[in-house]
């Protein structure tokens, strides 16, 4: 099991940046495909983007496209999603996830996936 905490998260106004981290600890981070995800109050969990263990291959939800960047450091089992461009619709509470398999990550996760206990992203318009 990873252990997830992220931090970043806060108050912004529309057009401004955010970068949400997620620090691992537990297992070998460089193993684990890593994942963004969020919910707005209301909604279901909706997946944002994903990166694979060596960074090599990541994938967008179509509104992150363009305006969000996901990374990761194995050196410091830190995820990353750099926020440009905010959006009042991006306002959500943001949980990172970790899986040993990208594809699950990409799909929602599943019985394997770990998760933070998320950061609240709050875009003012």
């Known amino acids: 099991q990873v252990q997830l905490v992220e931090s970043g998260g806060g108050l912004v106004q529309a057009g401004g940046s955010l970068r949400l981290s997620c620090a691992a600890s537990?297992?070998?981070?460089?193993?684990?495909?890593m994942g963004w995800f969020r919910q707005a109050p209301g909604k279901e969990r909706e997946f944002v983007a994903a990166?694979?263990?060596?960074?090599?291959?990541?994938y967008y939800a179509d509104s992150a496209k363009g305006r969000f960047t996901i990374s990761r450091d194995n050196a410091k089992s830190t995820v990353y999603l750099q926020m440009n461009s905010l959006k009042p619709e991006d306002t959500a509470v943001y949980y990172c996830?970790?899986?040993?398999?990208?594809?699950?990550?990409?799909?929602?996760?599943?019985?394997?996936?770990?998760w933070g206990q998320g950061t609240q992203v709050t875009v003012s318009s």
């Open positions: 996830a970790a899986d040993r398999t990208y594809r699950r990550v990409v799909e929602g996760g599943g019985s394997g996936t770990d």
């Open positions: 537990g297992r070998t981070f460089s193993r684990y495909a």
């Open positions: 990166i694979s263990w060596s960074g090599g291959s990541t």
